[in-house]
């Protein structure tokens, strides 16, 4: 899924050329980093900056605790914290949580859920990624221990047994205090996978664009997207996917070269690669949110499309020939560079080399390698074309085995041929769509192209209901949990506000127990 570009949109960070289209459309959370303004306790005191990382004894195996330990990233404020408040406990889930310290924060709902209710915020790295490791490296044998249940139980045993660095963080446990689990995206459905396989740790919960759902054939991605683009580049954009297709359907070759030299991709040399690197500029639509403007990439695309003459095309586009010219031209002009750099095109847009670096490193902090594992193993999430029938903005020549295969590119060791992986294992134990849990709150985005896995799927028809709400305002992916999104979007800010009133009822209700 060409995943690994993708993180780095959402990280904000520099393009790095990636020798595969795996990580382009990876659900990461937007990063926010930490405000540089001074800490301070709400008795005066001057606390810890809140990029100060701290660390914890995590076990490397939840089955085997004679395995030992490794340590685990966290950091935490307590700036709005008072005695009897609660904890409020999140992990970005599959990337380096370096850049991410501004969800504890009131930057974000979890610092706004920690200032209503006195409470302190910690955010805690995902087991490997970042530099969270288990083992010095990232082959599939230590990935082994790279699970939905690890990452569980991570959550659960640090709740249960840190002690925090503030004053009194060695009496805060689940039933000394509230806890409230929190995270967006995947991070979002491993709140919800938690509360369903352990419940009574975690008070409440709070599921931002939770993929809740594990799926395989995720062709459902691009619903959102064609939805809410612009009309006619929606149009024109079907209309050269029809024709690459077409051409397809009938073994075409030349016709797909030409087309292909169209876009300056005439070196890729599989047609799959090629089908999946025009699907790049429709992975740019997740990096939107509400204070993105005009001069977003993916706008960018569409103009170049769309407007010719200074005149926009109507609901209908330009027509086909003129949309392989523009969008060709976008590529040679602006989005080659933009993706690739300096590397050649099958370099960076090839899948078929698996002696590029790529595949074979074993290097820690490889977000990009760790969330494969996850992928390949449990969650799928393969982005495909859509069945016959219905509209395609994107190739039917991408099918789930594109993906498959590329996880035997990076783990020969541990698949000798495609695996599927257990999406339905992964529902039948957390629950997926059918989740049903008391104090969970689940926010959702109209436009968020993850929707599809969420609880607010099309034709799903969840109700939400007073102990489980489920809300959903005009936004992107996980656009709820930044603050700002609210100040530049009332659904958005409606989205918080319901979020703030049921954490104030829920925790209203809490009694410790022993």
Not at 127 to 148: E, M, V
Not at 280 to 300: C, R
Not at 405 to 433: D, H, L
């Amino acid at each position: 899924m060409m995943w690994a570009v993708a993180l780095l949109i959402l990280s904000g960070l520099a393009r790095a050329a990636v020798p595969n289209a795996m990580l382009r459309g990876m659900q990461s959370l937007p990063k926010l980093s930490a405000p540089e303004r001074p800490v301070i306790s709400p008795n005066g005191t001057a606390l810890p900056n809140i990029t100060t990382v701290y660390y914890f004894d995590q076990l490397i195996d939840h089955n085997n605790p004679d395995v030992g330990t490794f340590q685990q990233r966290y950091w935490m404020n307590w700036e709005f914290y008072e005695p009897g408040g609660p904890i409020i406990l999140m992990t970005p889930g599959e990337d380096n949580a370096d850049g991410y310290e501004g969800y504890i924060t009131n930057d974000t709902i979890n610092g706004l859920i920690a200032q209503q209710q006195n409470g302190a915020a910690i955010l805690i790295e995902h087991r490997f990624f970042g530099y969270s490791n288990p083992y010095d490296n990232l082959t599939s044998q230590s990935l082994a221990l790279l699970t939905i249940q690890q990452a569980i139980d991570d959550l659960v045993y640090f709740a249960s047994t840190a002690d925090l660095p503030m004053l009194g963080g060695d009496a805060v446990k689940p039933g000394q205090a509230p806890w409230i689990l929190i995270g967006g995206s995947y991070s979002g459905a491993l709140t919800s996978w938690t509360m369903v396989n352990k419940p009574g740790v975690f008070w409440a919960g709070y599921a931002s664009s939770a993929v809740v759902e594990a799926i395989t054939d995720f062709y459902g991605y691009f619903t959102p997207i064609r939805e809410y683009m612009p009309q006619n580049c929606s149009s024109d954009v079907q209309a050269v996917i029809a024709y690459l297709d077409g051409m397809y359907a009938v073994n075409d070759t030349a016709g797909i070269q030409t087309l292909k030299e169209a876009f300056g991709l005439g070196d890729v040399v599989h047609v799959d690669d090629f089908a999946y690197a025009l699907q790049s500029n429709l992975f740019d639509w997740q990096s939107l949110q509400p204070d993105v403007g005009p001069g977003a990439m993916f706008f960018e695309f569409c103009d170049a499309l769309e407007v010719k003459n200074g005149v926009n095309a109507g609901p209908e586009g330009w027509g086909l020939e003129n949309a392989i010219y523009s969008w060709g031209n976008f590529w040679n002009t602006t989005y080659y560079n933009y993706v690739c750099e300096y590397e050649d095109a099958e370099a960076c847009l090839g899948t078929y080399d698996t002696s590029q670096s790529y595949w074979t490193s074993v290097t820690v902090n490889d977000a990009s390698r760790s969330w494969f594992w996850m992928v390949c193993n449990q969650v799928g999430y393969y982005q495909a074309g859509p069945p016959e029938g219905q509209p395609a903005i994107v190739s039917r020549i991408h099918q789930p085995i594109y993906d498959e295969r590329q996880c035997v590119n990076m783990f020969p060791e541990a698949f000798a041929y495609p695996p599927q992986p257990t999406t339905a294992e992964t529902n039948i134990m957390y629950a997926g769509w059918n989740v049903n849990t008391s104090r969970l709150f689940f926010a959702n985005g109209l436009r968020d192209p993850w929707r599809e896995a969420t609880v607010s799927a099309d034709g799903l028809n969840k109700p939400s209901t007073p102990s489980m709400p489920i809300y959903e305002g005009d936004g992107f992916h996980c656009s709820d949990m930044i603050t700002e999104n609210g100040i530049l979007d009332s659904t958005v800010a409606a989205v918080q506000e319901a979020a703030l009133m049921y954490m104030n009822e829920w925790l209203a209700e809490w009694e410790p127990y022993a």
